[in-house]
């Protein structure tokens, strides 16, 4: 069975960074995709980053939401079973609950199946 646990939430002022960290365990290569997700009470949890996870792939580059561009850098220790996300230039609307997710493809979006616990990240103006 996978384990996702995430690290690395917390308080920062508008225009801070703060690194996320995914530490997965198991068998993960059940799964061909992992990504970041991040939700908001009463919205509907958002993709963020995500990356194909395949052990052939030929595309390896992660994806990003549009609203975290140029902002926010998904990277992935193989050796560590670690995704992290660098978040940069944080803004006041990145204030969510922050998840990782191991899954599957569907189309050009992953979609979760195994999910961390969460962690919470707030940036204040």
């Known amino acids: 069975q996978v384990q996702l646990v995430e690290s690395g939430g917390g308080s920062v002022q508008a225009g801070g960074s703060l690194r996320l960290s995914c530490a997965a365990s198991?068998?993960?290569?059940?799964?061909?995709?992992m990504a970041w997700f991040r939700q908001v009470p009463g919205k509907q949890r958002e993709g963020v980053a995500q990356?194909?996870?395949?052990?052939?792939?030929?595309?390896?580059?992660?994806r990003y939401a549009d609203s975290v561009k140029g902002r926010f850098t998904l990277s992935r220790d193989k050796a560590q079973n670690t995704v992290d996300l660098q978040m940069n230039s944080l803004k006041p609307e990145d204030t969510a609950k922050y998840y990782c997710?191991?899954?599957?493809?569907?189309?050009?979006?992953?979609?979760?199946?195994?999910w961390g616990q969460g962690t919470q990240v707030t940036v204040s103006s």
């Open positions: 997710a191991a899954g599957w493809w569907r189309g050009d979006r992953c979609v979760g199946e195994r």
């Open positions: 990356l194909d996870t395949s052990p052939h792939t030929l595309d390896d580059l992660p």
């Open positions: 198991g068998y993960t290569n059940l799964y061909n995709c």
